[in-house]
């Protein structure tokens, strides 16, 4: 089971999910294909709890059977919102990211990944020079959108109304056409500014 670990008073246990060429961020609805058995174990515990997960990106897609060297140690506390079980046997779950977190360590587990995880704290205070940058950061976002046929153009809307800094970097970067190690960069960085 897991919660609130007694070692430190903000770090708590969950289940991992290794996901493959994904990086999760906070408030991104995704849905994932779990395959693995020990991935199906990590969505299974998830369920008997609160539906809390970590989902952390893989350094390298092709490995099959990750270790926790081969995980990255920032991913997104996520949510399961619906899991559904398909007749090949594996699942299909949507999840809806919640908050940065980093991985203190790993707690040995024969069926999963279990990690002792804190919440990232992000904080930014909304001022003159914030809401200039969240402007010029939209109107960018609108040119890219323009040439990038990929994302649909109601993203715009959905994009222009966000009054959170936090919300806004990670909405326009879940979006964005980059490269794993460029996402999981930017999943790093604390400060939303």
């Excluded at 994932?32 to 609160?50: C, H, N, Q, T």
């Excluded at 092709?62 to 399961?80: E, L, Q, R, W, Y």
């Excluded at 960018?140 to 040439?147: D, G, H, P, R």
């Amino acid at each position: 089971m897991f919660g609130k670990d007694k070692r430190s008073s903000d770090a708590r246990l969950l289940p991992l999910l290794p996901l493959r060429d994904t990086v999760v961020f906070p408030y991104m609805v995704v849905p994932l294909f779990v395959g693995r058995e020990k991935s199906i174990a990590a969505v299974e515990e998830a369920m008997r709890g609160e539906k809390e997960i970590l989902l952390c990106a893989q350094k390298k897609a092709k490995t099959t059977d990750p270790t926790h060297d081969d995980i990255f140690k920032v991913g997104t506390i996520g949510t399961i919102i619906q899991l559904l079980r398909r007749p090949d046997g594996t699942v299909k779950v949507l999840v809806e990211g919640k908050a940065r977190a980093r991985v203190g360590n790993f707690v040995p587990h024969p069926d999963y990944f279990l990690c002792e995880v804190s919440e990232v704290t992000e904080t930014c205070e909304v001022n003159a020079d914030v809401e200039a940058l969240m402007r010029q950061l939209q109107t960018t976002f609108e040119s890219y959108v323009k040439l990038d046929q990929r994302i649909p153009p109601e993203m715009l809307m959905s994009v222009s109304s966000i009054e959170d800094p936090k919300r806004l970097a990670d909405t326009i970067v879940a979006h964005a056409s980059l490269k794993l190690n460029d996402k999981q960069g930017i999943l790093e960085i604390e400060d939303p500014i």
